[in-house]
């Protein structure tokens, strides 16, 4: 089927910046939108951004001007930069993407929702 990977989480200072990548696999069709979600403990999960096939993106308010979400179709990933980061923005970062991928079975083509394993960004103030 499909998987992602992510990297690039770790600990960084306020006002620092980090870069995290996701990279899917498997036996795809086309990826539709792609994008990441955050969880911090005790919270639900909420979008962060997430970026069209087309490059259309949408971004949570508290990110605007500080995150930016980019892709590269060719290579089937897609990126987070972070910058100007906060203590609040502690959590575990998702890839997510929406998939179409070659099935053995009837239909030959299907749709997947795939999530990574996450990865945790700690900002310390």
């Known amino acids: 089927q499909v998987q992602v990977v992510e990297s690039g989480g770790g600990l960084v200072q306020s006002g620092g910046s980090l870069r995290l990548s996701c990279a899917a696999s498997?036996?795809?069709?086309?990826?539709?939108?792609m994008g990441w979600y955050r969880q911090a403990p005790g919270k639900q999960r909420e979008l962060v951004a997430t970026?069209?096939?087309?490059?259309?993106?949408n971004y949570e308010d508290s990110v605007k001007g500080r995150f930016t979400v980019s892709r590269e179709n060719a290579k089937n990933t897609v990126y987070l930069q972070m910058n100007s980061l906060k203590p609040e923005d502690t959590a575990v970062y998702y890839c997510?993407?929406?998939?179409?991928?070659?099935?053995?079975?009837?239909?030959?083509?299907?749709?997947?929702?795939?999530w990574g394993q996450g990865t945790l960004v700690t900002v310390s103030s």
């Open positions: 498997g036996r795809i069709v086309r990826i539709n939108d």
């Open positions: 970026v069209t096939n087309d490059g259309r993106t």
């Open positions: 997510n993407a929406q998939t179409l991928y070659y099935s053995e079975r009837s239909p030959p083509v299907r749709s997947l929702e795939v």
